[in-house]
């Protein structure tokens, strides 16, 4: 019988200031799940959507009262019993890592995946003025081969410009976070074309998808905030590709579902992540092995990480050793 051990509250110092178009972070709390079955522990992670309400206090009371139910705690039932969202993601993790524990098999093996390889992720050049942001990109380019640039709906033209400027030889991809309702967005994307960005991610508001029917973009669009499961395609007529989240998802098995009927669609895979340790970055380390797009910097933009956490070495992710290895 599985049991939910613990689910705590944590606050982790961010380095230096995550600025994007909706605010600014200095820390981030998250939520640490622990389940068992008298033997094993098993841990999780998840940050909260803050823009959907959730608080990392909230998510606890949420893992906390699903343990006092009346039902057995497994990972398909959690898809019918809790709300996607960090709360989910977390319990869903802790119970990955249990069972690769009791199994002695890593979770990758368990779910079919790919054995995890380093990968390349995306540095993310936060909000700023240009000239900032060009300082930024010149100092990340230095490691990584793939930079992406927030904007905010107003002189994104010239912040694009200074990132391209700052790394001339990076890829570039941008994330509007919802911020060109207002713009005209077709000439957005062809003013940003020459500067080589390769996606933008969510132009417009969750619930107005409408508004890039029948755009003629020569750079495709990635669903962040408007595609949290399964259930969002068929509302996403107008995007090109998805960026899967595990908080916005509810766990990494509700992800892998996502991932599997959004190629079933053609639809191009972007792994996401909220800022957070490497304990919730490991699993979505593993899904991420099959993505076009990684963006997988959330422990990197701590000031410090877990023990055993993910590495990054000449802009490369390593695997690491603190979650679902089985031992």
Request: net charge negative.
């Amino acid at each position: 019988m599985i049991e939910i051990v613990s689910a705590k509250v944590e606050r982790w110092k961010v380095d230096g200031a995550f600025i994007i178009s909706r605010g600014a972070k200095t820390d981030v709390d998250v939520v640490v799940c622990e389940v068992t079955d008298g033997t094993h522990i098993g841990r999780g992670e998840g940050t909260p959507i803050y823009y959907e309400g959730e608080t990392a206090e909230l998510c606890a009371d949420a893992i906390l009262m699903r343990g006092k139910q009346r039902r057995k705690i497994t990972r398909e039932d959690l898809l019918d019993s809790m709300m996607e969202g960090a709360a989910r993601n977390a319990l869903d993790c802790a119970l990955w890592d249990l069972e690769a524990k009791q199994a002695g098999k890593p979770v990758w093996q368990l779910a079919g995946l790919p054995q995890p390889q380093p990968l390349g992720t995306a540095f993310t050049i936060s909000l700023a003025d240009p000239a900032k942001m060009e300082a930024d990109a010149r100092e990340a380019a230095k490691t990584y081969k793939l930079l992406k640039c927030k904007l905010t709906g107003e002189g994104d033209r010239e912040r694009v410009a200074a990132v391209r400027k700052g790394a001339p030889g990076a890829r570039l991809i941008v994330d509007a976070n919802e911020s060109w309702d207002e713009l005209d967005i077709e000439a957005e994307a062809h003013a940003l074309a020459a500067f080589g960005v390769e996606l933008i991610e969510q132009p417009v508001s969750a619930g107005e998808e409408d508004l890039l029917l029948g755009l003629n973009s020569p750079i495709p669009f990635c669903a962040d905030e408007s595609c949290h499961t399964h259930e969002d395609l068929d509302r996403l007529e107008g995007y090109q590709a998805v960026n899967i989240k595990l908080d916005k998802a509810g766990g990494l098995t509700e992800a892998m579902l996502l991932a599997e009927k959004a190629r079933m669609r053609g639809l191009d895979i972007m792994v996401g992540c909220m800022l957070g340790t490497s304990l919730g970055i490991a699993p979505a380390f593993l899904l991420g092995q099959k993505a076009k797009w990684v963006d997988l910097d959330g422990a990197l933009l701590l000031a410090k990480d877990r023990k055993g956490g993910l590495k990054q070495a000449s802009g490369l992710l390593q695997p690491g050793s603190l979650w679902g290895e089985g031992a």
